[in-house]
């Protein structure tokens, strides 16, 4: 199946095409997404070894959902699961296009880029791979207080960290 056919077959609604879409972008963090229509709902459920985050993955499925503006779907449920549980930790039900006031500030990400820069001291025989394992370590201690963060773009080269986070 072509890209065009994929991103056609889910604008018309098809569980199977959203799923695919979905995890195209899921995989990369670990999480499987399982879509389909169950009485006049789209139930996704996000499965991963780690419990995941309730508040960011539905505002994701919201924001993907609402941008690819399939009709046929109005209502979504979302249960996020543990690999290997029977039951899922959590769940969240909305209407598509109405968005809860608690949830529209997460659904407008906000960028954080954190960038370090540092020199080495050939006096004191500190490498770039030093100051990259500095860079880290600060970058980590710093993002540590961030709740609620996808991690978009990481780069490190000659001595200097960039990492951009999406919340």
């Known amino acids: 199946m072509t890209q ?15 799923a ?6 899921l995989h990369a963090k670990g999480i499987t997404a399982k879509v389909a229509f169950k009485d006049t709902s789209l139930e996704v459920i996000l499965e991963s070894a780690k419990v995941l985050n309730k508040q960011i993955l539905v505002a994701f499925i ?10 046929s779907v109005e209502r979504v449920k979302v249960y996020g699961q543990q690999t290997g549980e029977d039951f899922p930790a959590w769940s969240k039900e909305f209407n598509l296009g109405i968005a809860e006031d608690n949830e529209q500030s997460s659904s407008n990400p906000q960028i954080l880029t954190v960038s370090i ?25 710093i993002l540590s207080s961030c709740n609620y963060v996808f991690i978009q773009k990481v780069s490190i080269s000659n001595g200097s960290s960039v990492i951009t986070k999406q919340r």
Do not use: C, V
């Open 62 to 71: 919201r924001k993907g959902l609402t941008a690819l503006g399939a009709a």
């Open 20 to 25: 695919f879409l979905m995890n195209r972008h």
């Open 117 to 141: 820069n540092l020199s080495g001291d050939t006096a004191r025989e500190l490498t770039n791979h030093d100051f990259e394992i500095i860079a880290n370590k600060i970058t980590t201690d």
């Open 4 to 18: 065009p056919n994929i991103l056609k077959l889910a604008k018309q609604g098809d569980p199977q095409a959203i």
